[in-house]
């Protein structure tokens, strides 16, 4: 084991030093006082700076639920903010940005999916200029149908910029786009959080490369004219890692370039092409879901509510030649719009310089996906088996094999081997093997990497790390599992698989029937099970987009017809669930009303799907958006489940909320009515 007292900077020595001599002086002058002013001054000097020991984290937060709202006339708004950053001394293992959205009071969230930039502009002061550096791009969500109380994080890997994240630092909040910015907005927070610690690798510089909105497909003005090779040179690095966020935007008439069209690019270094991959990102499994716009469509490197995931390509430029000088270049498929160009691809790109690793054998848990409580593995959780996380190597040496130990705090670990081949800088995502119930709804789950290459990891204060492990949920060992299918049930699935990876039960792609009822009766014995229901087609069983494919759903209930789960339909690509069963038949039915409409955007005519445990009496209540007008109002008397037609034709356009109250609970969801013209 290291001594971790090797971890404290040359500050708390000074600070012991200091604590010393103030505290002679009292003795000497018999003037205590000055050692109370000393003590009571460290309790407010910031968190890190004392007794602060590598593998410490330091957050500090620039945008606190700011007001952001666009501006029409420019379309841009640029929010600003000093934050005071560790000084030079302290050196970072590790930074990542988060970034949480929320509604604002009293009004609605952000409608449309606009770019969202985060940027470093000056160091130091005002009267610096400007370093103009993107450290991450966001799509704000489509948020028009989200409720007050909701918000959402998201979180950006920023290591590589976290060299400039010292002393004074002006951070740009830079919100696009064009909607009204009187009646939405939204609530942005930004948190560094940085791990003190030494470097994977010694940064020795960085250049800014291709950086700008840049038009495509215009045999005027041809994207090539900006993505122009770069020539550069550097005596004092091993590595250059070359760092890109690219997304397109635009829809011309052509092939709806650039934001739906999947065109590739090419990566060229030194006249060798090194990469070639399609600027593409699926959307239908978005954490984010449902959305009110397009959010399950594909698009060109961006989903909407998501962050940008940027592209890293690593090249070796040791002094191996004569003139140390290289060259980088991009190059876009070919695309020419014959008739009225308007496409663009927005690129940020860096090149940085670096030293090799140091250390040899060095490996780091970047990430535990589940158990996890955070909001972006919300559809990885919570799980019962087989937890996932993420490894990184930092080492000069190829990653061959690895030691994990894992579980619940408290209770005995289990222990997985991996073996793979993971270069220098890569990163790997391992599935580990047996089940983790849990002893309670909220455990602390312990992840601990061991022995890379058989050898002791030569930095180990980044090889542990926890999550939040909530207990899933506890079924029956009786379940019914109620489909109803929509117009295309020929892209429709499901399966039910066991902690052993056995299908208990499944409905194959194509062997569903159109506006049907499903009902399965399924029989389990305690352990942890697993439940996907899938849509190939990736637009769940209901989507405002495509009406015409109708309206469907999935339930579970008890074997009395009392609800376990429901799932909402608009779901996109994958409905999946992991539960217990336990035989305690005492398990906790779901109170809450089902409330599905359908079309949740339409002129006017719409039903109501709702779905109660138990025959009781209810009411339907739709008010305005601002809940002053009641609009409709309905008593269902020795009701239990049904669609309910509802015609508000002669209600104006706009967002209303629709409310069921019944004996234990209400339930409101929001809907647009809006008539096509």
Request: with cysteine; proline share 4%.
């Amino acid at each position: 084991m290291k001594n971790r007292f090797n971890g404290l900077k040359p500050i708390f020595l000074k600070d012991l030093l200091t604590a010393f001599l103030f505290y002679a002086v009292s003795i000497f002058l018999n003037m205590k006082i000055y050692l109370m002013i000393f003590i009571i001054s460290s309790l407010f000097i910031p968190a890190g700076k004392v007794l602060s020991y590598t593998g410490d984290t330091i957050h500090l937060i620039t945008h606190n639920r700011e007001k952001i709202i666009t501006d029409p006339s420019k379309g841009f708004n640029a929010y600003n903010n000093w934050g005071e950053f560790p000084s030079e001394n302290t050196s970072y293992r590790k930074a990542v940005l988060y970034i949480t959205y929320q509604c604002p009071d009293s009004q609605r969230c952000g409608e449309w999916d606009y770019i969202d930039n985060i940027y470093l502009r000056r160091k130091g002061s005002v009267n610096d200029t400007s370093l103009d550096i993107e450290l991450a791009r966001m799509i704000s969500p489509y948020g028009s149908r989200f409720m007050p109380d909701w918000k959402f994080t998201w979180k950006s890997d920023i290591t590589d910029f976290s060299f400039l994240l010292h002393d004074s630092v002006e951070i740009e909040f830079n919100h696009t786009g064009y909607e009204s910015n009187t009646d939405r907005g939204w609530l942005i927070s930004i948190d560094f959080e940085l791990t003190e610690g030494i470097p994977a690798m010694e940064v020795k510089g960085y250049e800014k490369l291709w950086t700008g909105s840049f038009p495509y497909g215009n045999k005027d003005d041809d994207i090539e004219n900006y993505l122009k090779p770069i020539t550069f040179e550097n005596r004092n690095a091993d590595i250059a890692r070359l760092r890109i966020l690219q997304t397109g935007h635009g829809m011309d008439d052509y092939e709806n370039c650039s934001e739906f069209c999947r065109k590739y690019r090419k990566i060229y270094f030194d006249n060798v092409l090194t990469d070639q991959k399609d600027i593409w990102r699926e959307c239908g499994d978005n954490p984010l879901y449902p959305q009110a716009g397009t959010w399950i469509f594909d698009r060109a490197g961006w989903c909407p509510g998501a962050m940008v995931i940027p592209d890293t390509y690593d090249f070796n430029i040791s002094n191996d030649s004569s003139d140390h000088r290289h060259t980088a270049d991009i190059d876009m498929e070919h695309y020419i719009n014959p008739g009225k160009p308007s496409a663009n691809y927005v690129f940020s790109s860096f090149l940085f310089y670096y030293k090799k690793p140091e250390l040899k054998n060095d490996v780091s848990l970047e990430e535990i996906i589940s158990p996890s409580d955070d909001d972006i593995h919300s559809r990885n959780n919570p799980v019962c088996k087989y937890p996932k996380i993420i490894i990184k190597n930092n080492g000069s040496k190829v990653l061959t094999d690895l030691k994990i130990n894992y579980g619940i705090d408290g209770e005995e670990l289990q222990s997985y081997d991996w073996s793979g081949h993971l270069e220098t800088s890569a990163a790997a995502e391992i599935t580990l093997d047996g089940v983790i119930y849990g002893n309670g709804e909220r455990n602390k789950f312990t992840v601990t990497l061991l022995n890379p290459n058989g050898f002791e990891d030569e930095y180990d204060y980044d090889n542990s790390g926890t999550s939040v492990l909530i207990l899933p949920q506890v079924f029956d060992p009786e379940i019914i599992l109620t489909v109803k299918t929509n117009n295309a049930a020929s892209q429709n699935f499901y399966q039910l698989i066991n902690k052993k990876n056995i299908f208990i039960k499944q409905r194959l792609p194509g062997s569903l029937e159109n506006n049907k009822v499903y009902k399965d009766t399924i029989r389990l014995s305690n352990g942890c099970y697993e439940f996907v229901f899938g849509d190939t087609a990736n637009n769940g069983l209901d989507f405002w987009f495509s009406p015409e494919e109708g309206y469907g759903y999935v339930r579970i209930t008890d074997n009395k017809g009392k609800l376990i789960r429901a799932y909402n339909p608009d779901f996109g690509k994958e409905i999946r669930q992991q539960f217990i069963v336990t035989g305690n038949p005492s398990v906790t039915e779901d109170i809450t009303p089902v409330l599905n409409i359908f079309p949740v955007r339409n002129p006017g005519k719409f039903f109501c799907d709702i779905f109660l445990n138990e025959i009781q009496n209810i009411s339907l209540k739709i008010t305005t958006e601002d809940k002053k007008k009641l609009v409709y109002y309905k008593k269902l008397k020795n009701f239990k489940e049904g669609m309910i037609d509802v015609n508000l034709s002669k209600a104006k356009d706009g967002f209303y909320l629709v409310n069921v109250v019944s004996r234990n609970k209400t339930v409101t969801k929001k809907m647009k009515i809006k008539r096509d013209t």
